[in-house]
């Protein structure tokens, strides 16, 4: 069973960090070009980040360029975000996605005093 499913999401301030991990399994994770897509509320989705199968070749979207690192371990079928100074705008729903459009569940993510 293709599966993927997200953890670390939870409530921080503003200029706190977070880092978000999505687990893999089904498929062959270490072939799959990843990545991270969000959903604030009430807006659309908005595409975060990809990663390269290797990892050596990562991209990111305007609004977190600089803030947040998309990474991987293969060895662990594993996709990570690690998201700093954050904003309350980065409040959104946040989702990891493979290049097959397989989604996860989703993780929360509150910023907030």
């Known amino acids: 069973q293709v599966q993927l499913v997200e953890s670390g999401g939870g409530l921080v301030q503003p200029g706190g960090s977070l880092r978000l991990s999505c687990a893999a399994s089904?498929?062959?994770?270490?072939?799959?070009?990843m990545n991270w897509v969000r959903q604030a509320p009430g807006k659309g989705l908005e595409w975060v980040s990809n990663?390269?199968?290797?990892?050596?070749?990562?991209n990111y979207g305007d609004s977190v360029k600089g803030r947040f690192t998309i990474s991987r371990d293969n060895a662990k079928n594993t996709l990570y975000l690690q998201m700093n100074s954050l904003i309350p705008e980065d409040t959104a729903v946040y989702y990891c996605?493979?290049?097959?459009?397989?989604w996860g569940q989703g993780a929360q993510v509150t910023v907030s005093s």
């Open positions: 990663i390269h199968p290797n990892g050596a070749n990562t």
């Open positions: 996605k493979s290049s097959d459009d397989v």
């Open positions: 089904g498929f062959t994770f270490s072939n799959s070009w």
